[in-house]
C-alpha cells in the first residue's frame, strides 16, 4: 500500500491519486489537517513503535507531497500555540518512524529547501548560476546593483506567501530599479536573494524522480506579466528536449540532495547557455503531466512500488 501524505486541497495529490485509482493500486490518503479529529494515528512499544495510522500499519512506499496543521478555532491563543507545536512535531517524528521507499525522506526535503545550500551545490556540480548576493549589508546590496548594471532581481529566502489582514499574496521574483532598492533599504534590510537579470530564451521546469528526467519549457518571454517570473500567468508548457549533460546534473543535484525526487527550474538564454536557478524539493507537476503528457504520475508510482525506471528524456512535441 502507498501512503501519500498530504491535505485536503491539494491539486497533485488529487492527480496522483486518480492515477492510483485507474490503476488499482492501494492507498491511504492521510490528510494531516485531520490527525486527531477525523484521523486516529498511534504508536506502541508493543509493535516496536510502526505507526497505526487508521487502522493501516504497512506502507510499501510514501509519497511525502504536503502537511497541515489542525484548525484549532476557539481555543486560547497561547494554548492554540502549544498544541500546533506539538502536533508539528508529532507529525515531524512520526515521519521517522515508517520504513518504507520515500519520495522523499521528510528530514532530507526540509534540508534541500534551503535556497542557499541549492544554489552552493549546484555550483559545486558544475551548473552555471546567476551572480548572486545573499546579505542584509546595505553597502554590500548597493554595490552588487551596481555590479549588475541596474539588472538585479530579488527573491524571498524560504516563504513566498504574505499574511494580510485582507488575506494573502504571492511574492514573486522582482526586477527593481535604482529607486526600489534605496526604498527597500531605508529601513532595516528584509534578507534576501539578489541576483543578476538573466536575459532567457525560455524557461524550464525539469522534474526527476530518481534517475527518471521529464523536462517541459514555456515561453515565459510571450507576455510582459511573465517575463520575470513565469508563475504570474498560466503559459502551456511543452515537453523540451533537454541536452544529456543537464539531464546527468540535474540527477545528481538531486542525489547531492539525498533526494528522490526534484523539480528544477533552468533558464536558456537567448545564446544557448543554461542556467540554474533553484530545485524544489517537493514541486508541482501535474500541470506540466495534463499539458505535455509526460509520464510523471506513473513513474511516481512505479518508483514508491519499487517497479525498475529508467532514465527518460522526452523530444519536443
Same mark, same amino acid.
Given at each position: 500500500?502507498?501512503?501519500?501524505?498530504?491535505?485536503?486541497?491539494?491539486?497533485?495529490?488529487?492527480?496522483?491519486?486518480?492515477?492510483?485509482?485507474?490503476?488499482?493500486?492501494?492507498?491511504?490518503?492521510?490528510?494531516?489537517?485531520?490527525?486527531?479529529?477525523?484521523?486516529?494515528?498511534?504508536?506502541?512499544?508493543?509493535?516496536?513503535?510502526?505507526?497505526?495510522?487508521?487502522?493501516?500499519?504497512?506502507?510499501?512506499?510514501?509519497?511525502?507531497?504536503?502537511?497541515?496543521?489542525?484548525?484549532?478555532?476557539?481555543?486560547?491563543?497561547?494554548?492554540?500555540?502549544?498544541?500546533?507545536?506539538?502536533?508539528?512535531?508529532? $507529525? &515531524?517524528?512520526?515521519?521517522?518512524?515508517?520504513?518504507? %521507499?520515500?519520495?522523499?525522506?521528510? =528530514?532530507? @526535503?526540509?534540508? /534541500?529547501?534551503?535556497?542557499?545550500?541549492?544554489?552552493?551545490?549546484?555550483?559545486?556540480?558544475?551548473?552555471?548560476?546567476?551572480?548572486?548576493?545573499?546579505?542584509?549589508?546595505?553597502?554590500?546590496?548597493?554595490?552588487?546593483?551596481?555590479?549588475?548594471?541596474?539588472?538585479?532581481?530579488?527573491?524571498?529566502?524560504?516563504?513566498?506567501?504574505?499574511?494580510?489582514?485582507?488575506?494573502?499574496?504571492?511574492?514573486?521574483?522582482?526586477?527593481?530599479?535604482?529607486?526600489?532598492?534605496?526604498?527597500?533599504?531605508?529601513?532595516?534590510?528584509?534578507?534576501?536573494?539578489? $541576483? &543578476?537579470?538573466?536575459?532567457?530564451?525560455?524557461?524550464? %521546469?525539469?522534474?526527476?524522480?530518481? =534517475?527518471? @528526467?521529464?523536462? /517541459?519549457?514555456?515561453?515565459?518571454?510571450?507576455?510582459?506579466?511573465?517575463?520575470?517570473?513565469?508563475?504570474?500567468?498560466?503559459?502551456?508548457?511543452?515537453?523540451?528536449?533537454?541536452?544529456?549533460?543537464?539531464?546527468?546534473?540535474?540527477?545528481?543535484?538531486?542525489?547531492?540532495?539525498?533526494?528522490?525526487?526534484?523539480?528544477?527550474?533552468?533558464?536558456?538564454?537567448?545564446?544557448?547557455?543554461?542556467?540554474?536557478?533553484?530545485?524544489?524539493?517537493?514541486?508541482?507537476?501535474?500541470?506540466?503531466?495534463?499539458?505535455?503528457?509526460?509520464?510523471?504520475?506513473?513513474?511516481?508510482?512505479?518508483?514508491?512500488?519499487?517497479?525498475?525506471?529508467?532514465?527518460?528524456?522526452?523530444?519536443?512535441?
Amino acid at each position: 500500500m502507498i501512503l501519500v501524505v498530504t491535505h485536503k486541497s491539494d491539486f497533485t495529490a488529487d492527480f496522483l491519486i486518480q492515477k492510483l485509482n485507474e490503476r488499482d493500486i492501494p492507498y491511504y490518503r492521510l490528510n494531516c489537517e485531520d490527525i486527531g479529529t477525523r484521523t486516529d494515528v498511534s504508536l506502541s512499544s508493543k509493535s516496536g513503535f510502526a505507526p497505526v495510522i487508521d487502522g493501516q500499519d504497512k506502507f510499501s512506499g510514501v509519497w511525502f507531497r504536503r502537511t497541515k496543521l489542525p484548525d484549532l478555532e476557539g481555543i486560547d491563543p497561547y494554548v492554540e500555540a502549544y498544541y500546533l507545536s506539538e502536533f508539528q512535531w508529532f $507529525q &515531524r517524528n512520526l515521519w521517522n518512524t515508517i520504513d518504507a %521507499r520515500w519520495i522523499s525522506e521528510p =528530514d532530507y @526535503v526540509y534540508r /534541500a529547501e534551503n535556497k542557499f545550500l541549492q544554489l552552493k551545490t549546484a555550483q559545486q556540480i558544475g551548473f552555471a548560476i546567476p551572480p548572486t548576493l545573499i546579505s542584509t549589508d546595505i553597502q554590500e546590496i548597493s554595490k552588487f546593483y551596481e555590479d549588475c548594471e541596474g539588472q538585479l532581481i530579488i527573491k524571498p529566502i524560504y516563504n513566498n506567501r504574505f499574511e494580510h489582514k485582507n488575506g494573502s499574496q504571492l511574492i514573486y521574483t522582482t526586477k527593481i530599479s535604482n529607486l526600489e532598492l534605496e526604498k527597500l533599504l531605508e529601513s532595516i534590510p528584509l534578507p534576501s536573494i539578489y $541576483q &543578476r537579470y538573466v536575459e532567457k530564451k525560455c524557461e524550464i %521546469r525539469v522534474t526527476v524522480i530518481n =534517475d527518471a @528526467v521529464f523536462a /517541459a519549457s514555456v515561453n515565459s518571454q510571450q507576455s510582459e506579466m511573465t517575463k520575470v517570473d513565469w508563475r504570474r500567468e498560466r503559459l502551456p508548457f511543452t515537453s523540451y528536449s533537454l541536452p544529456q549533460m543537464l539531464q546527468d546534473k540535474c540527477v545528481e543535484i538531486v542525489r547531492a540532495l539525498n533526494l528522490s525526487f526534484g523539480a528544477i527550474d533552468l533558464i536558456e538564454t537567448p545564446e544557448g547557455d543554461y542556467v540554474f536557478l533553484e530545485i524544489n524539493p517537493n514541486g508541482q507537476w501535474a500541470w506540466i503531466e495534463m499539458d505535455t503528457g509526460l509520464p510523471i504520475s506513473d513513474t511516481i508510482i512505479d518508483f514508491l512500488q519499487n517497479a525498475r525506471i529508467k532514465q527518460q528524456a522526452r523530444e519536443i512535441s
